[in-house]
């Protein structure tokens, strides 16, 4: 639309905002949250249609001033850890969604090009593998696929060794992916590059042996490897987010636009932490039971769910209901009912939980106790979003 009808349809909105920032003692900091997702959409569609107006530096000063209220005012207590993941990082993911797609879209296109350079390899000794990784570790999977263990590397090491071994080096990689980006994002897009590479030369080496051989390793290795290439593709947004602040500043200084950018990306690596232990966990203490078909798609399956449903549809969710709230004197909040994610997630939990258990227990595995953690997990979300929607159907009667 042309400026004058773009300033025409929302300076009245944007001058309630400002009358409202200049009262004292009425911040309420998940109010200017809503608020703030809204004005920062206002703001991003007049730096794309209108770069050098004043209007766009007029926003860029009164989304600003939003923030420092929204940072000032925020309650610093038990809520705010809850928030940061029900709120704070869905909406940070959503606001890095083109990063996020970019992110994947180059681990998928470097995954071909190390797939497609391992199928065109002329030699016969996997020189191209050799290349991306070592000879050590070829040879060794080599001599692992001729035993009829293709995947036995994940059976030989103490479980409790394997889990900090693998949790801390998964951690190190996001780090580094992440302090990548300081180099205007190149860095990052190498170590993603690199990374996808090896992985698409590391599966066909294994297809290239047979199709059993290679349906048995990706069984195996998608029980951790959903999450860890999640883990990648998250890690790699964090850090073009840092990097991208480098070079696009929009109507920010450099340094205001740096500062933003290492704080969405810090979001975006710390959320994934929790993940990574996960995945840790999974890889050392459940992966070694891949032969159990059964077990090996229950794993696959949930954590393929919990991916998609919290990191994907999510954040989609959130960011599209906050944007159609609607602006009535600005006095609303989050005004979608809650609890239905709430009890939704629970029995994810409940029964990805029950069905986990009672394979592992089945199988005779110790390591299905620990999926009872699941189970209360669930009870505690279904219990808490059905509270929830007492309060709610409340506010309805009222």
Do not use: C
């Amino acid at each position: 639309m042309k400026e004058t009808i773009f300033i025409k349809k929302y300076k009245d909105k944007w001058k309630d905002l400002e009358g409202y920032l200049q009262k004292t003692g009425s911040s309420d900091p998940d109010y200017l949250s809503s608020l703030y997702v809204q004005l920062t959409d206002d703001l991003s569609y007049a730096k794309t249609h209108y770069p050098d107006s004043k209007v766009t530096i007029y926003l860029n000063q009164l989304s600003s001033k939003l923030h420092a209220e929204i940072y000032k005012n925020k309650r610093e207590k038990n809520r705010r850890f809850i928030t940061f993941w029900t709120t704070e990082l869905p909406l940070t993911i959503y606001r890095q969604r083109k990063l996020v797609l970019a992110s994947f879209i180059g681990l998928l296109i470097s995954f071909s090009i190390g797939w497609i350079s391992s199928a065109n390899d002329p030699s016969d000794n996997n020189s191209f593998m050799r290349l991306v990784t070592s000879d050590q570790y070829v040879d060794e999977t080599e001599e692992r696929i001729d035993n009829g263990d293709p995947i036995g590397v994940y059976g030989e090491d103490n479980h409790i060794n394997m889990f900090f071994m693998i949790t801390m080096n998964n951690i190190r990689v996001s780090i580094v992916f992440f302090v990548l980006g300081i180099f205007v994002g190149i860095g990052t897009l190498f170590a993603l590059v690199k990374n996808g590479i090896v992985l698409g030369a590391f599966f066909f080496m294994f297809f290239d042996v047979s199709y059993e051989t290679g349906v048995t390793a990706l069984s195996a290795i998608m029980m951790h490897g959903t999450i860890e290439i999640t883990e990648m593709v998250y890690s790699g947004a964090a850090g073009m987010a840092l990097g991208g602040s480098f070079l696009f500043t929009g109507t920010y200084t450099r340094a205001e636009s740096i500062k933003r950018g290492a704080i969405e990306g810090l979001k975006i690596l710390f959320g994934m932490m929790p993940f990574i232990i996960v995945a840790g966990f999974i890889e050392s203490f459940l992966t070694r039971y891949h032969g159990n078909l059964l077990l090996s798609a229950t794993v696959i399956l949930l954590s393929l769910g919990v991916v998609i449903s919290y990191f994907i549809i999510y954040p989609l969710i959130l960011g599209s209901r906050l944007k159609r709230v609607s602006m009535e004197g600005f006095q609303y909040g989050y005004q979608y009912p809650e609890y239905r994610i709430t009890i939704a997630i629970g029995i994810l939990w409940f029964v990805g939980g029950m069905v986990a258990t009672f394979v592992t227990l089945h199988a005779g595995e110790n390591a299905g106790i620990l999926f009872t953690g699941a189970i209360i997990t669930g009870v505690v979300k279904i219990i808490q979003g059905l509270n929830a929607w007492k309060k709610y159907r409340r506010k309805e009667l009222v």
